[in-house]
């Protein structure tokens, strides 16, 4: 019965070049993606925060020299009365 039995270990033949080139190319994609998240997760430098802030005073001084838009809306609403009314 022990003749039977082969408990020698598998013969595993060597990678391809294809094989080595599939494995060592997924661990750096595994290791860009983690730099990916960490970027994220990691708060950005000082100095970009000083940039956003004077943005938005900016954005607000564009704001008051708009117009208001009351009147375009009054006339869409004019607009959409007639059409309800010719239904």
Do not use: W
Not at 52 to 67: C, H
């Amino acid at each position: 019965m022990s003749a039977d039995l082969d408990l020698s270990p598998p013969e595993v033949p060597e990678p391809t070049f294809f094989e080595s080139l599939l494995r060592y190319g997924l661990f750096v994609v595994a290791i860009f993606q983690l730099i990916c998240i960490l970027a994220i997760i990691i708060p950005t430098s000082k100095s970009h925060e000083q940039v956003e802030t004077s943005e938005p005073a900016d954005a607000r001084s564009s704001e008051q020299n708009r117009k208001p838009k009351g009147p375009v809306q009054q006339i869409r609403q004019k607009v959409k009365k007639e059409s309800k009314k010719k239904r």
